[in-house]
């Protein structure tokens, strides 16, 4: 079975994540079968960047997230977007609202 979860880069005491699409007997950072975004958690507000479409290909066959992915595409509204996705809403569509998104979670906030 392929789990869509978490994989453990960075130095010690400063972890960043990476998404991947992985067996589910594999050790968290052992082999792993598609790289699928990133996630760091260290910055105000935390970094979130995912190949959505890629994301999309794994859950329609199959893929589950683990608890933590599962948090982190709900910040990133990916699995509202997925579930529009399987009630057959354009792929098209949702990857430039995931775009725009994205763009607007990027751009830095000056007070």
């Known amino acids: 079975m392929v789990r869509i979860r978490l994989r453990r880069i960075g130095l010690k005491g400063q972890p960043s994540y990476r998404i991947v699409a992985a067996d589910k007997e594999m050790p968290r950072d052992g082999r792993f079968l598609e790289i699928l975004g990133q ?33 982190i595409f709900t910040t990133a509204g990916v699995l509202a977007r997925f579930e529009r ?27």
Request: hydrophobic share 35%.
């Open 39 to 71: 996630y760091n958690p260290r910055t105000d507000p935390s970094t979130i960047h995912v190949k959505e479409d890629r994301v999309y290909h794994w859950m329609k066959n199959g893929a589950l997230p683990t608890e933590s992915v599962a948090q």
């Open 85 to 111: 996705l399987k009630k057959g809403e354009a792929l098209e569509t949702l990857l430039a609202e995931a775009a725009e998104a994205d763009t607007k979670r990027a751009a830095p906030v000056r007070t």
